[in-house]
């Protein structure tokens, strides 16, 4: 594995205001890094983003703006977490996802090499695997989205590939499996209205603001019926992204694609079973039809990204996912963050 020896430059996170992008604005902060954040608030937080850090509301299609913060900023990597995530609303508003995370990442990336800013790292998803038929599925399963937003993901990482091949840019895709839990800190977390991440909803009822929990389906081919996902820590997933900005300073003619997971699944009951214990609650749960097109087990295969990058999650036990999602939802509330 390859680590960068010295700090080159600013990095810009765009969607620095989100879920998954604050924490990575944190553990940057945390690493001594410089940062600067672009977003458009239109499902971030200003709150989310620290103090100190400097922020730009807009979007990252704009290239005057972005030439503006390259400049400003002395920008020398991009961590890109801007754009589109929610499958059901693919499917159903296709070309809205096109625009957001295909047209806007093209200009970024555009934008990107006119300012020979050096590397780039993508926020891309399993979803660009669809429904593997071998699992543990690792970096060479064929990649067979099912839906526009696993293959917005994938088109980015096909751009990117081309891109670096014919530019001084290299570039670090990062494809995150089911992502949960906070800060540990409780500095940021989960603050999406009308987030269906399990373990955020399992949480939202847990304090009282859902009366139930929906499952999905309890006839896949899974030792209890329902169906069994990788979760992986937010905060280990913004330190893998930190530690992939290292290999790319290191190594500035290689790129790579990444699973981030645990190789570890656990099923939608063995999630809620691990919300009763924490809480000393019983969750209704309510069971529904299965949903089309979900597997009965996604589990990352995760040898390459700890042969490539200096990383070892910290967060990694199922309860303290759990634990730290939970203490998220009490802070909104005593924060008066709630959206």
């Known amino acids: 594995m390859a680590t960068a020896t010295a700090t080159t430059g600013t990095v810009l996170v765009t969607g620095g205001a989100g879920y998954i992008g604050s924490h990575a604005v944190l553990a940057l902060v945390d690493a001594g890094r410089p940062v600067a954040v672009i977003d458009t608030l239109a499902t971030g937080f200003r709150w989310a983003v620290p103090e100190g850090v400097p922020f730009y509301q807009g979007d990252v299609a704009d290239p005057n703006l972005i030439d503006r913060i390259a400049s400003e900023q002395g920008i020398s990597a991009i961590m890109h977490f801007a754009g589109s995530l929610l499958v059901p609303e693919s499917v159903v508003k296709p070309l809205d996802y096109y625009r957001n995370n295909v047209v806007a990442s093209r200009s970024l990336i555009e934008s990107a090499v006119r300012n020979g800013i050096k590397h780039f790292i993508f926020s891309s998803t399993a979803a660009v695997y669809g429904v593997p038929e071998v699992v543990p599925v690792d970096e060479m399963t064929p990649k067979s989205p099912i839906n526009p937003y696993g293959n917005s993901k994938l088109m980015t990482e096909i751009m990117l590939a081309d891109v670096a091949r014919a530019h001084p840019i290299n570039y670090g895709a990062l494809r995150y499996f089911n992502v949960a839990g906070a800060d540990p800190a409780a500095r940021s977390g989960q603050s999406t209205r009308g987030a269906t991440h399990l373990i955020h909803v399992a949480a939202e009822a847990a304090r009282g603001l859902r009366s139930e929990v929906m499952v999905y389906g309890t006839d896949y081919d899974t030792p209890d019926g329902t169906g069994v996902r990788d979760y992986i820590h937010v905060s280990d997933l913004a330190a893998a992204h930190v530690a992939a900005l290292g290999a790319l300073e290191a190594a500035p ?52 990204i700890h042969e490539r990058l200096d990383w070892t999650p910290k967060y990694d036990r199922l309860e303290t996912i759990v634990s730290h999602a939970l203490e998220w939802e009490r802070q909104l509330d005593l924060r008066g963050l709630r959206p």
Do not use: H, M, Q, W
């Not at 699973?259 to 656990?266: K, P």
């Open 253 to 304: 003619t290689e790129s790579f694609a990444l699973n981030c997971g645990y190789s570890r699944g656990f099923s939608v009951l063995e999630v809620l079973d691990a919300v009763d214990r924490v809480t000393n609650l019983k969750l209704k749960r309510t069971i529904a039809p299965r949903r089309a097109g979900d597997p009965d087990t996604l589990v990352a295969a995760t040898a390459r």
